[in-house]
Every structure is written in C-alpha cells, then in structure tokens.
C-alpha cells in the first residue's frame, strides 16, 4: 500500500503570548512507495513523531491530505485506517499474557471479519512464529526481556495485517547489541510480510542500515528523500553532509578563487566552471590520503586505532569543528603521531556549499 503525503501541514498553535506556534510538519508533498521500509530521521523536534502521528490519524492536520493507495484518508479515524502502531513505550498489557496481548485487536473485530478463538489461537501462533516468539506464547510481560517485548508489540501490531507499520523509535529502549540484533530482524519480517512502513529514529546509523528510502527532516521541514548510500553520496546542504556519517563530515572554511578550491593558502581541488566566492569545504572522513606531498597540510593531534582502521586526528586553522577525523587503513601508520600531516583528497568525498544559503556547489 503506497502512502502519499499532500501538501500535509500541521501547525501547534501558541498557548500563550510569549509562546509562538510551531509548524510541525511544514508542506510534506511526498509518495511512501509500496512495501518499502523509509526511515524518517532528524534531529530532536524536527517532527517526526508528528508525521507519524498524522499518518496514523491520532493527530490531524492542519492542512492538506494523506493518501493510502487511492484512498484519501485524511478525515478517518485511527482505528479505521488499518495501521499497526509501536511506540518506544510498547504499552503491553501487563496482567495478559503473551498470547493474549497479541490476540487483543483481532478481539474486537465485528460482522464478517468476527473470528473464532482457534481462529485468532491460530493467528496468533503465526505472527508470534514470525517473530520467534511462539515459546513465550503463556509468560507476561515482566517475565520478558526488553526485546522479547518489543517483539510482542510488534506481533500485536502485525497479527491484524495492517495497511501500514508505523514504528517510532522501536529500538531505543535496548542496549547496543539488542538493538543491532532488532533493527536486522525488523528488516526480516518487513520483507516477509512487505508491509509498508515507517520508521522513525534519531539514529542516522539505524536509519541507514535498514531503511529502503531515508527521509530527512530538519524543523518541520523536508531536507532531502533517497536511497541512504544515494543521501550520503550526494547531500543538497550542509546540514545533511553534517547529519549523516559517523564520524561526522570535516568542514572548513573555503572558498573558490581562479578555478581552485582554497584552504587557506593551499589549493586543495580543482573547481573550474564554478563561480568565485567563500564557501564551506566538507571532507568525509574516508577523504583523506596521507601523502608526504600532499595538497592539505594540517597538524597532527593523535592517532587513534580502530582495529580495521585507524582514525588520524588533526587540527587545521580553518576547521569549523573541534578537530579533524580522517579514517585510514590500518596498514598506514604514521612513525609520528606529532608535526604536520599532509593529505590529498578524494574529489567525490569533498562537497562544496554556498556559504551563506549552505546549499550544496555543484
Ligand atoms: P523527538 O526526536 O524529540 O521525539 P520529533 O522529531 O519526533 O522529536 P515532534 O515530537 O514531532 O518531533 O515535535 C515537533 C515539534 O512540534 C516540536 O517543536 C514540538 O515541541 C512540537 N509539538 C509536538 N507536539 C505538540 C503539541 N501537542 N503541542 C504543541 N507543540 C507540539
């Protein structure tokens, strides 16, 4: 079921005098393709959870539509939308069993979609089955692991086949390796049942690794929708460069002049055909070779070991953040890890951005 988004706006409007209204979501015009899995991602209050709930119906919007394949949906409750919702919290009912709390929306179901116990004992043996679950069907809630519950919230929401799977920050509440083990077995059951769905996180990395379509948001409104690698190859602004990748991109103050990109006083990377003027010169970290000629001199901080790699630490006049992170194979290792370093650069891992719009120089 593909899922469009019109125009969709919602705005909270001030409580007092001294508060202002807050455009949560601020002219979303976007298509959810079938049985995708998109990510919706950035940083805290840019309003994911408010698209979220829009979709779900348990917030309404301000102004334009939601679609659900033809289907405008816009004026329809939660319940009639065919969403199967899990929220950070999973809200299990604690005095119901396992299997009970997975059977609890196939209960209420009426006229020709009514089902038998056996039918909804069955139902539930599925779903609890897809999500390796089936042996805790008897235990409550309190008798799980952190993960082991968030599988039940996410049987409940399945065991109806929803339209859409709306999951907002499922994971936050596991410790790292949960978290990693969860996020992959999400992804298994999202292309076993090819639920559309949605996901919201904070977590860039998450995002990335398992969603079809990333959507980065940014203050109510829409930076930049692809496919992650395609996001991360090619940022329209310095606030996606900056958002996605760990370590962060490294951004300089630069600037073009006679068809060179400057750094200071070192022409670092041919710009020819692009216009004269001051820009911010972002290099990932994987953009940087050593190299004793080097067009980029910096000095080094420290090198730090990452077992497959080592991360090279370095200062340069011109950097905007504390330091400067480049990642290198390990089989290069300074003698030094003191003086200057030189670098040359990766042309397709240097983004140029205006340096007053910050929209990216192509
Ligand atoms: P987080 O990652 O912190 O959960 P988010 O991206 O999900 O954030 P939202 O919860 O959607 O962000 O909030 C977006 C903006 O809308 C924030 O500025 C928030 O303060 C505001 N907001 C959300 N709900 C309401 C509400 N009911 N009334 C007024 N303002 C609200």
Avoid at 7 to 35: M, Q
Avoid at 62 to 73: L, N, Q
Avoid at 255 to 280: M, N, P, S
Wanted: include cysteine.
């Amino acid at each position: 079921m593909k899922v469009v988004l019109d125009h969709l706006t919602k705005r909270f409007p001030a409580r007092s005098k001294k508060d202002h209204d807050v455009i949560a979501v601020n002219d979303f015009n976007f298509e959810i393709p079938d049985g995708k899995l998109i990510g919706l991602l950035g940083p805290s209050g840019c309003g994911k959870s408010t698209t979220l709930n829009l979709i779900s119906g348990l917030e309404k919007p301000t102004s334009g539509k939601i679609y659900f394949g033809e289907e405008d949906v816009t004026d329809l409750p939660p319940e009639e939308r065919g969403v199967g919702l899990v929220f950070q919290n999973y809200a299990l009912y604690p005095h119901l069993t396992v299997e009970q709390n997975i059977i609890f929306p196939l209960q209420n179901l009426k006229g020709e979609q009514k089902m038998t116990r056996e039918a909804m004992h069955s139902k539930a043996m599925e779903v609890a089955r897809l999500v390796q679950i089936d042996q805790l069907m008897e235990r409550k809630p309190k008798e799980l692991s952190g993960g082991q519950q968030q599988r039940v919230a996410i049987a409940r929401a399945l065991v109806k086949i929803p339209r859409v799977l709306l999951l907002d920050e499922p994971l936050s509440n596991l410790d790292a390796r949960l978290r990693l083990l969860t996020r992959e077995e999400l992804r298994r059951i999202q292309r076993e049942t090819g639920v559309t769905t949605i996901f919201v996180t904070h977590d860039q990395e998450e995002a990335m690794s398992i969603s079809d379509q990333i959507v980065v948001m940014k203050d109510g409104i829409l930076q930049q929708i692809g496919k992650p690698q395609q996001v991360y190859d090619d940022p329209v602004n310095l606030f996606v460069a900056q958002f996605l990748g760990t370590p962060q991109i490294n951004v300089f103050e630069g600037r073009i002049q006679a068809g060179k990109v400057w750094i200071g006083e070192e022409a670092v990377l041919d710009a020819e055909g692009k216009q004269d003027g001051d820009v911010w010169a972002a290099i990932r970290p994987e953009g940087f070779i050593p190299d004793p000629q080097g067009v980029l001199t910096c000095s080094m901080d420290r090198v730090e070991v990452m077992g497959r790699d080592i991360s090279i630490v370095s200062t340069h006049e011109k950097m905007t953040g504390r330091n400067i992170r480049s990642i290198i194979g390990a089989e290069y290792m300074p003698k030094d890890s003191s003086g200057t370093i030189r670098f040359n650069l990766k042309k397709n891992k240097v983004h140029l951005f205006d340096r007053k719009s910050e929209e990216r120089i192509k």
